[in-house]
């Protein structure tokens, strides 16, 4: 069983890690080199986007792990909680990084990388749907679940080389952008799915911010500057 667990775990976690590289390579074959120095920055700097929230999920596997059959409803909640409010943050810096992007572009890399501007507006909104998903995928994984993990890492590499061959050569590095962007939500739509049916938390509670999360997060913020 153990066994068993690790390999679909290692194969949810391989086709994760494709699926981050699939395009670049696509980029390189369709549009050479040039293309691939402006997709690069534009992925770069999307990327950044999961430091907000790099932490959250290595405290929901352990969490989701430890607790009895009795707690997963419990921790579901609190993970929902988690995921909500990470997800509202993100929207907040995806939407300031959005309309500074040309600006930030131009400040670091000059106008040679103008071009990834636009690239990395097509990106984020697939970065902050997978930004989300990365939380509830681990309590997917914690109440022993890795499959369901694979299966939606794998059909987002699917579709994501399949609409990167077929948006490339007409739209180029937007082509390849908007391409990662649609696998990166539909891997998040399904992790979304799949989190609430073994939660028991509802499609809404899993997504809409609350006013009370908002005051428990000043408390907690307040206790540790306490």
């Known amino acids: 069983e153990e066994c068993r667990y690790g390999i ?16 670049q390579l696509l980029v390189m074959h369709y549009v050479g080199k040039t293309g691939l120095g402006v997709y690069s920055v534009a992925v ?24 009895s059959d009795g707690d997963k409803e ?3 909640r609190f993970v929902a909680k988690l995921g909500r409010v990470t997800l509202l ?15 930030l572009v131009l400040l670091l890399f000059g106008v040679e990388y103008q071009g990834s501007a636009i690239v990395l507006v097509y990106l984020l909104p697939g970065i902050v749907a997978f930004g989300y998903s990365r939380i509830l995928a ?11 993990n694979a299966m939606r890492s794998i059909a987002a590499l699917v579709v994501n080389i399949v609409l990167n061959i077929l948006w490339l050569p007409e739209y180029g590095v937007k082509g390849a952008a908007l391409a990662t962007s649609v696998s990166y939500s539909l891997s998040a739509i399904a ?21 009370e999360d908002f005051k428990e997060m000043f408390q907690l913020v307040k206790k540790r500057v306490a």
């Open 8 to 23: 679909k775990s290692q194969v949810a976690n391989m086709a994760a890690f494709l699926n981050y590289k699939a395009d």
């Open 44 to 67: 770069n700097f999307a990327e950044k986007l999961w430091f907000v929230t790099n932490f959250i999920p290595r405290i929901v596997l352990p969490a989701t792990a430890e607790s």
């Open 74 to 76: 419990k921790v579901g």
């Open 89 to 103: 943050c993100l929207c907040i810096v995806g939407v300031g990084l959005g309309l500074l992007s040309e600006s």
């Open 138 to 148: 681990n309590f997917i994984a914690g109440v022993g679940r890795p499959g369901l």
């Open 191 to 211: 992790c979304w799915v799949f989190f609430t049916k073994l939660s028991g938390v509802s499609l809404r509670d899993a997504i809409i911010p609350r006013v």
